[in-house]
């Protein structure tokens, strides 16, 4: 097998309990990378045509990449695809933590799991083996009672875990895959699909690995950190996203308030600078990184404890579980985040769902009748953990929100769905596309959703600064105005979500700042090919485009390319309320740009003529 890889991808049919192992060959890895890329191939060719995704005709992909595992900053990552309970079509999501490198450590690359079992049961992978336990007294545990639980069985605690909690169990259609009680596979609904195969967890531990082809390239990247931490000492400060600009992001309209309505907040209450000054007791990390950006924060009272093991909010809980509900106490905030990561519930699906109930509940579409008693209202963190618990165990109207924003709403009624903020089912993340325009295209035509991490952050674009200069060696030399929709901005878009989308092939961190030669490096030292920028955004561009016929196959077109309604409101309140109005006429040019840089028709069809260039015809007919 070629450097970079175990050759080996473990597949586990959980119905007949068959354990097998599949052996990809060069020119599949080549074309395909590893992590998205080998998840997207594998549902177009084997997930059946328009089955439920709960039915056991579903399969789950926990897919690492060549460069996974190896002693370099952002390279303890995986992804895992599957058919998605929210949206019903093509589901991915990305991870950190210690898994994936203990996974490749354990002898593989990725794992396929078919069926479902006849009771609850886990995956214990280690060194080359695989083998199916029973998990029947782990049922309805905490994701920190199944890790203590399994270490202890095993009788090693450095066993690392993808697991589920209640949520998951309960199938809640945004309920996530935890590991290290700290880390999320959040987006799509695939702690869903694990609860409803009846597996608990995958739990691995190895001592080997792969060889690389170049492994003091690695140490090449260590010393380009330590000579450049200036570019992400903020991250060691105050964690991921923007916890220490929530200030800034009030005035242009970008920070998420009360259901994305609002317009002014008492941000700093509950900012980066704050957590760290209060509740914060330290960070954490990822397997061989030095930006340490995971928060740890610790709540001691008489009414209210949250366990610093489940480490503490970043940006997109802060938001999600802060402004987004108007809640202005970090101490519920930080309970809320210990509960999605305790039940395993997507944090920014689970805030925005809580939000769209509040702002039900204030309209009177739903009443105290509905929600037990509890009087949701913004800002409230007392009954937002209340209804957080509720869901996880699909208790009362906990029931009903676990279905996401989308299902929700329809089941509701009474126009419910004008307070639903998701794109395909997927709840929107903590960046407001009226003051991002080509964030907002992105979040349109993701396949899977609202999401952004795979996408284009304008205002990162509009000055000639550390993110504009990464991508010149692809011929982007000037910025960009942030509330503008041209061809050349959806040209740079193309490459932005490309980056994000290469990152999950190569199945490594987004935030370690490396540029685009970097990436390239890496891909060279793990495998010892000769590629190229060309070569590997040519992937990205097949996976992109199997992703986008693996949802026309299941029912989507371009009619689901779009945003909520209140995205060409303006704010209510605030400095933003005068901001420039963001037009649904943007936002559908944006997209027929992007369809014709991508080779898709009109319609958002790849044409005949980009399956071909893409050597994936076969995808036009899977069967």
């Known amino acids: 097998m070629v450097s970079g890889y175990n050759g080996k991808l473990l597949r586990v049919n959980l119905t007949d309990r068959k354990i097998s192992v599949d052996n990809p060959d060069e020119d599949f890895c080549r074309k395909y990378i590893g992590g998205a890329g080998f998840s997207t191939y594998f549902m177009m060719k084997e997930i059946k045509p328009g089955i439920d995704p709960f039915s056991p005709e579903n399969k789950m992909f926990f897919m690492a990449g060549p460069c996974t595992g190896y002693p370099f900053s952002g390279s303890g990552r995986h992804s895992i695809g599957c058919k998605s309970p929210e949206t019903f079509g093509y589901a991915k999501s990305e991870s950190g933590g210690f898994w994936g490198a203990e996974l490749r450590h354990a002898g593989f690359d990725g794992i396929i799991v078919e069926g479902r079992a006849d009771k609850p049961v886990y995956l214990w992978v280690h060194d080359g083996e695989a083998e199916i336990k029973d998990a029947s007294h782990l049922w309805g ?7 203590e639980t399994i270490r202890n069985e095993i009788g090693d605690q450095r066993i690392r875990m993808v697991m589920i909690g209640p949520g998951g169990e309960n199938m809640v259609r945004f309920a996530c895959v935890i590991n290290d009680l700290k880390e999320a596979a959040g987006r799509g609904g695939t702690g869903a699909i694990m609860g409803s195969k009846n597996l608990k967890a995958i739990a691995t531990r190895g001592k080997g690995g792969p060889q690389a082809a170049k492994p003091e390239y690695f140490g090449e990247l260590r010393n380009f950190l330590q000579d450049n ?43 980066g600078g704050t957590l760290k000054s209060t509740i914060g007791i330290g960070m954490d990390g990822c397997y061989a990184c030095v930006l340490r950006c995971k928060k740890v924060v610790k709540v001691d009272e008489p009414n209210l404890q949250v366990d610093p093991e489940y480490g503490g909010p970043e940006y997109e809980t802060l938001a999600s579980m802060g402004s987004t509900c108007g809640v202005e106490d970090l101490r519920y ?69 676990a279905e996401g924003t989308k299902l929700a709403a329809e089941k509701i009624g009474l126009n419910a769905e004008q307070f639903a903020m998701n794109v395909k089912g997927v709840e929107v993340p903590m960046h407001d596309p009226r003051a991002k325009f080509a964030l907002g295209v992105g979040y349109a035509i993701n396949p899977h959703g609202a999401d952004h991490c795979m996408n284009m952050h304008d205002t990162a674009f509009s000055a000639v600064n550390p993110a504009l200069l990464r991508f010149r060696p692809l011929g982007f030399w000037e910025p960009v105005p942030t509330y503008e929709i041209t061809p050349k901005k959806m040209e740079l878009f193309r490459y932005t979500q490309g980056l994000s989308c290469l990152c999950d092939h190569l199945v490594v961190c987004q935030f370690p700042p490396y540029n685009l030669n970097q990436y390239e490096g890496m891909l060279r030292a793990a495998t010892g090919w000769d590629t190229s920028l060309v070569e590997m955004f040519k992937v ?52 027929r740009y992007y369809y014709r840089i991508m080779g898709w028709d009109e319609d958002g069809v790849p044409t005949p003529e980009t399956l071909d260039i893409l050597d994936i015809s076969w995808a036009a007919n899977p069967a």
């Open 540 to 591: 990205t561009q097949r996976t992109l485009t199997l992703a986008r016929m693996y949802n026309l196959r299941e029912g989507h077109s371009a009619a689901d390319d779009k945003l909520p309604k209140r995205f060409f409101q303006q704010h209510v309140g605030g400095p933003s309320a005068n901001t420039p109005p963001y037009k649904e006429e943007e936002v559908k040019k944006g997209i």
């Open 333 to 401: 905030i930080s309970k809320a985040n210990e509960l999605c990561g305790a039940y395993s519930l997507d944090t920014i699906a689970c805030g925005v769902t809580v939000a769209f109930a509040m702002e039900l509940y204030e309209n009177g579409i739903i009443t105290r009748g509905d929600t037990g008693g509890i009087d949701l209202r913004f800002g409230d963190g007392e009954a937002m953990v209340q209804v957080i618990d509720m869901i996880a165990r699909r208790k009362g109207i906990g029931n009903i929100l």
């Open 141 to 147: 545990k905490t994701t920190k009672e199944t890790q």
């Open 229 to 271: 931490q200036p570019l992400w000492q903020s991250f060691k400060d105050y964690g991921t996203g923007a916890p220490a600009m929530m200030a800034s992001m009030i005035p242009v309209g970008n920070m998420p308030i009360r259901n994305f309505r609002d317009g002014d907040f008492p941000v700093a209450k509950i900012d």
